[in-house]
């Protein structure tokens, strides 16, 4: 069984930054896509940002592309999602998410497509 646990999100001014991280446990994620999603109230949850875990190739939704950056460590199981220069508009929960991708170099942004979900951190932004 596959574990998320995400921390990290807090209430910052505009252009400040934070460091969100996602503790995954259960198994390996060698071949694995992780990915970072956020759902603000009223909207649909969506894509923020991916990794493939057998090669740390990365895919960022445009909205964030030059401001956030995803990894992981390895060793801690550990997944990041550096936010800088943050905006009121980046105002949401967060969430870490999982699916086995094997070795196809396609990164998959819809969320119905990952199997496993944190439980979310609130990240909200003021102006």
């Known amino acids: 069984q596959v574990q998320l646990v995400e921390s990290g999100g807090g209430l910052v001014q505009a252009g400040d930054s934070l460091r969100l991280s996602c503790v995954a446990s259960g198994r390996t994620f060698r071949m694995y896509t992780m990915g970072w999603f956020r759902q603000a109230p009223g909207k649909e949850r969506e894509f923020v940002a991916a990794?493939?875990?057998?090669?740390?190739?990365?895919y960022y939704a445009d909205s964030v592309k030059g401001r956030f950056t995803i990894s992981r460590d390895d060793a801690k199981k550990t997944l990041y999602l550096q936010m800088n220069s943050l905006k009121p508009e980046d105002t949401a929960v967060y969430y870490c998410?999982?699916?086995?991708?094997?070795?196809?170099?396609?990164?998959?942004?819809?969320?119905?497509?990952?199997?496993?979900w944190g439980q979310g951190t609130q990240v909200t932004v003021s102006s």
């Open positions: 990794i493939k875990w057998i090669n740390s190739n990365t």
């Open positions: 998410a999982a699916r086995w991708s094997g070795t196809t170099t396609v990164v998959v942004t819809a969320p119905a497509e990952y199997n496993y």
